[in-house]
Nanobody
Framework: QVQLMESGGGSVQAGGSLRLSCAAS????????MAWYRQAPGKQRDLVAS???????NYADSVKGRFTISRDNAKNTVYLQMNSLKLEDTAVYYC???????????????WGQGTQVTVSS
């Protein structure tokens, strides 16, 4: 069984910063891909940033230059550093990973439970 545990959400004023963390645990053989998505009320869940096992990153245009995704492969953890936060960044942020387990080497998708980020004026 694999679990993704997020932390670091909260409330912050516009212009402030937050750092999200997501740790994968369980019978992990390998993690191919990790990402952060977000979903605002009444909207679809959208990709914010992603990072491959080799360290290649991708960002949504709306967060480029403000957010930085990184990962610690030894800790099976992905981070999202969010700077210069805007009101429109308010959403539930979800960790996503493609993981192959020890029992089944077939890669599967896993989601975290989500963490709320609220940006106020």
């Amino acid at each position: 069984q694999v679990q993704l545990m997020e932390s670091g959400g909260g409330s912050v004023q516009a212009g402030g910063s937050l750092r999200l963390s997501c740790a994968a645990s369980g019978s992990i053989f390998g993690i191919n891909y990790m990402a952060w998505y977000r979903q605002a009320p009444g909207k679809q869940r959208d990709l914010v940033a992603s990072i491959t096992s080799g360290g290649s990153t991708n960002y949504a245009d709306s967060v480029k230059g403000r957010f930085t995704i990184s990962r610690d492969n030894a800790k099976n953890t992905v981070y999202l550093q969010m700077n210069s936060l805007k009101l429109e960044d308010t959403a539930v942020y979800y960790c996503y990973a493609v993981i192959s387990t020890v029992s089944s080497r077939t890669a599967r998708s896993f989601w975290g439970q989500g963490t709320q980020v609220t940006v106020s004026s």
